[in-house]
């Protein structure tokens, strides 16, 4: 459905992040992402210990946990909301194994959800929730790095849903000065597995991508960017959904231009 | 040799053993880590496997453990506080060990292995120092580069431990996140992982992370339990002490303890803080790479821990810990900080020992089981002493 | 048998020996007490031959040494440093022992003599806290009360040392007098046995004082050297290292390192600190019981030592090292401050050993006298690590 | 000399010590001394480690030496002196050591003095100083306490000259509460060793007397007292040599009733 969904878009992708819960009117940027043309929007449910994020995001999870964020608020707030382009959760195994892989995943789903993605859970060890996911429609992608070997690249293509995520730099989520050199190669591998599966999954380049420039960059290679901690950032900063989403729009165009 | 198979309980067969491939001991271990950390995972796991076979390699660490370590550690009868007791308490003293805990047998494992590997700097997460000293130690000693991540909380509480990091030459990166705790330091050395996999290694200290580390760290800290099997069936009537106790934080004393046991009929028992007890009082969940026990709240997420003993405070335990306790070969029980403090002025006073507040959570809970019954008068019971006070004597101070 | 004794040169028959019923060595030694103090050293010194004459009493010392402090210590090759400095330098860890230092041995040997005489309670001073913590320990392992002197000063400098005694039961006494250091630390401690001869045992903490307490503690300190002798022996082509190096504060160490080697060929050095360097740079003198070589003015006052490690800031030597010095077969040099703390930082950053900053005293020499010359290159040295550098660690991180 | 001067004076004796070079003006406090009835006098020559002394008189030796007092200076000081009574030095072996004993001994009989005590010299340490003092005709007394077994008094009776030093107590020098019991009888012991070898040198009872009641007590078993830091600790508290004479003199009577 994403999968569809992006390749009706016609154009290079763009998916914004936001870590649920994040202020009183959260919902609200994601409105802002969708004026400024996101194709997709990543929800992040926060949890008590991010791994993968770096300072940003870590700041973002802190602070909506302590709102009194819970992943139930997150699908509360977003219940019944309809902002015409497919929502992605994104979150830590521990909270998907707290309620189990089937509930969790239909819960994501009544709530609207179309796509998971659980940085902390490697293909090997994703059997499981690949499978409760698939049950209750919900498509989870699987991400990719710069060091994996081609014939795991291969089954990652293979059994990712949705899209593929493709984590172009060695280190966590944040704002970064340029984009490494090693993302277009790694994108250039995913594609090639992609193709030799006979499937045409976009591939989403994401972490590191901080400014139009490196959006434009980025979506040359890939089908299009996830940009979280650059506009996560701005709403630390206390910049309201119009500011952000007017950041995310001038990414929009050097995507647009830039493609 | 069949009849050695059979005097082994039914349950024991295959305990403690190699957790195959994926690193699963029952329903835990496992490998819960980002993507671009599978592949170094699986190179750590090659090279242990393949170091871990190699005679040569095997007797490289027990030359540093002799020559440099000082081990065998002793076994000290705790005389006087035995009669106390009225048991038969054995130290297996790990205080003893260079740099003070037996952080340093599983460090010393890792580091040969990262020089076998050709990485040229370790990163470890530390919470009371120890791993952090151990590893800056291991360091020093093979030329090699550290990077220790703390909680900026136990690098308070425990000062000396990070001066002793920076004079042998570590560099010691403040953990601002979270609870400031080992914990949030844990977090932060995998995130710098990831970053520099191609030339530092993870030094991972405790049976806790992704597939090898916790198989790996309980070979290297199995050591103690076989030095101590051997010194038992020396020091003992009956060759096999009734009771193995040891204190749990991420569980690798432990660990390293029972696996030297676990084929005897010594029951096991591993103590961990009351407000850290991730055996005793977590459920099933995923952190820092591995399935096992963790303290979280009703929406899943992981509750900080609070131990008087920064060693353990954390909220979760080693996966193999997890499964001994379902299988019900070793028990997990809790003691409180005051329980703790008391216990360590005890055996500082009854028999000269100051140690760390770590290992008297174990002390504690003989004491408890001593007086209450629970532990039978005349029972002979191996305590492993993980490591000596003096990173905690001010704290001590203050509560006395 | 005549032809062993042929071997050892001349001038070395009868050194390191019983100094007889005066305690002489030389012009050095005797017993310069007040004589309510005649009898009670009569006393110990009596109950010192006899139970030193007694294989029971030796058992018993051997099994604590073994069992509770983890002797034999280890011989460590300081691989990385040696390859520096182009020598062959080895470590006698008495780093490793329990609590810390050597001077747990001597305690250990006295604190059971104090029981076979029937006392009830150790006297002791201290300078860096290290025999302090050791009287402690023995008194809480043997079930006896400690009382120790330290100076204000040192109080200050090495505050862990002062709780780690707490900790342990012991009560510590401030000293104000004088320089406040180790000096007038000692001289409160006689003052006070004085009064308490008949339930206190005066347990002194270096090859220092009235008779018997030079030679007694050098015979519970010997095991260092007897030990590293056969280490040596299995270490080295030669058998014997060229060079046999310790620092000297009252000169415990040493002698116990000494006593191992003065019948070989190896040249034996101690290392003083040079703001206290009673053998290098002091004159005969009589102060605390004995007559040796100690820093005075010009009008015969005992002169303050200075020396960044509180254990060195005596201002004397032990009779028997002001001895060796006249006879030649011992020779005793100076380091500075400066020189000890780079050393320090310099052993831990080569080998991962913290020292104490008292036996950094004697890896400076070795460094120095390699980069002169005068150690050759190739020469073997053994050298006594008499302590770890828990205890300074802060000293060290404000100089860094 | 000082036996022959101890026996003419036909009472019990009283011996009141000073450090000297303790004030600026110190040998005033001699002559205040004499004139309150002291049979003889002690001056302690400062040693910078007086291992055998309570508090006070280690205060007094530390203000002493911070003055600026040598045994040189000392000696120069009581130059030309003629109290009219004996005067005893006392000091700790290192000062007898460090211009070796026959200088030692020399330079204090021209400077006008009888006696010696140096309490850390045992009598098995001290043949080289009484052949010295023997020489340079300066009594050298030994000390004798209540832990010295009998055949070691003898000797100690038998060598000691001028007077016999019984340390009444188990302590260092300082102020007590009460006189020790056991001094009697050490007292007592001492002059049956001295009646046994034919002498009858006094037995002067020393260390913890502090007050009138305390110097009659002990004079009367022994045949006299030295007292020190009694005086010493006014002296530190800046009382005048008259005030302190004073004290000396209620001594004095309190000896010459009590006994
Ligand atoms: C002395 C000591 N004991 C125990 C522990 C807990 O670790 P583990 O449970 O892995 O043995 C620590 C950790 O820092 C420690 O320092
Ligand atoms: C570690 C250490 N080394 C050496 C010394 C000096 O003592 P000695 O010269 O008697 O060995 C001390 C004294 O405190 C000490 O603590």
């Known amino acids: 459905m994403i999968e569809a969904r992006f390749r009706a878009a016609g154009r290079k992708l763009l998916m914004p992040y936001l870590t649920g819960g994040l202020t009183d009117g959260w919902v609200e940027y994601l409105r802002a992402f969708v004026e400024a043309g996101a194709d997709a929007i990543e929800v992040g449910l926060p949890f008590s210990d991010p791994t993968l994020d770096g300072p940003t995001i870590q700041e973002a999870s802190d602070a909506a946990l302590a709102r009194g964020t819970t992943v139930r608020s997150v699908l509360a707030d977003l219940n019944g909301l309809d902002l015409g382009v497919p929502l992605v959760a994104s979150t830590y195994y521990n909270l998907v194994a707290h309620d189990g892989p089937e509930r969790f995943c239909a819960a994501l789903r009544d709530a609207g959800f179309a796509g998971l993605i659980v940085p902390d859970l490697p293909l090997d060890e994703a059997g499981e929730l690949i499978t409760a996911a698939g049950a209750a429609g919900i498509e989870l992608a699987l991400l990719a790095s710069v060091v994996t070997p081609a014939p795991r690249l291969a089954l990652i293509a293979e059994r990712s849903r949705g899209f593929v995520y493709a984590v172009s730099l060695m280190g966590t989520t944040g704002e970064r000065h340029e984009v490494d050199a090693a993302s277009a190669a790694l994108v250039e591998r995913l594609k090639a597995e992609l193709a030799k599966s006979g499937t045409a999954r976009p591939v989403l380049h994401g972490f590191g991508i901080t400014t139009p420039e490196h959006a434009a960059r980025a979506s040359r290679a890939a089908d299009g960017v996830i940009v979280g901690a650059a506009l996560v950032r701005r709403v630390l900063d206390g910049a309201g959904p119009e500011e952000v989403g007017g950041y995310l729009a001038t990414m929009r165009r050097a995507i647009d231009q830039g493609a | ?400």
């Open chain 2, 1 to 400: 040799m069949s009849s050695i198979t059979e005097v082994l309980p039914r349950t024991r067969a295959g305990v403690m053993v190699d957790p195959g491939p994926r690193g699963r001991f029952g329903d835990h271990g496992g490998r819960y880590v980002p993507e671009p950390l599978v592949a170094a995972c699986d190179e750590v796991a090659a090279a242990f496997a393949e170091a871990w076979a190699d005679a040569g390699f095997r007797r490289s660490l027990a030359n540093l453990l002799a020559l440099h370590v000082g081990r065998p550690t002793p076994l000290t009868p705790a005389w006087r506080l035995s009669a106390e007791l009225g048991i038969d308490l054995l130290l297996k003293r790990e205080d003893l060990a260079h740099t003070g805990s037996h952080k340093i047998n599983n460090v010393l494992g890792q580091a040969l292995l990262a020089t076998r590997m050709g990485r040229t700097r370790l990163i470890a997460e530390t919470g009371a120092g120890m791993h952090g000293v151990a590893t800056a130690t291991a360091a020093a000693l093979l030329g090699l580069e550290a990077t220790v991540f703390m909680g900026e909380r136990d690098m308070e509480r425990q000062a000396p431990n990070v001066f002793r990091m920076r004079v042998l030459g570590a560099e010691v990166v403040p953990v601002r996140s979270g609870s400031r705790t080992l914990k949030d330091a844990t977090s932060q050395a995998m995130r710098h992982w990831v970053g520099v996999v191609d030339e530092a290694y993870y030094c991972v200290g405790s049976v806790i992370g992704p597939h090898p580390y916790p198989y790996m760290v309980r070979e290297f800290q199995r050591v103690i339990g076989d030095e101590a099997r051997g010194q038992c069936a020396a020091e003992l009537p009956t060759g096999v002490p009734d009771y193995v106790v040891a204190c749990v934080g991420g569980g690798s004393n432990a660990a390293g303890t029972f696996a030297g046991f676990v084929g005897t009929p010594a029951r096991l028992i591993g103590v961990e803080a009351a407000g850290g007890a991730g055996a005793a009082s977590g459920r099933a969940g995923v952190l820092h790479g591995f399935r096992s026990s963790f303290l979280q709240d009703g929406d899943g997420q992981i509750t900080e821990a609070h131990s008087i003993a920064a060693g353990l405070d954390y909220p979760g335990v080693g996966p193999e810990h997890a499964h001994l306790r379902d299988l019900g070969r070793a028990r997990y029980v809790t003691v409180e900080d005051s329980e703790v403090v008391e216990a360590a002025v005890r055996l500082a006073r009854t028999e000269g020992i100051v140690p760390a507040l770590e290992s008297a959570h174990a002390v504690a809970w003989v004491i408890r089981a001593a007086a209450s019954g629970e532990l039978p008068p005349g029972a002979s019971v191996l305590l492993t002493l993980s490591g000596r006070g003096d990173k905690d004597i001010s704290t001590l101070m203050e509560l006395l």
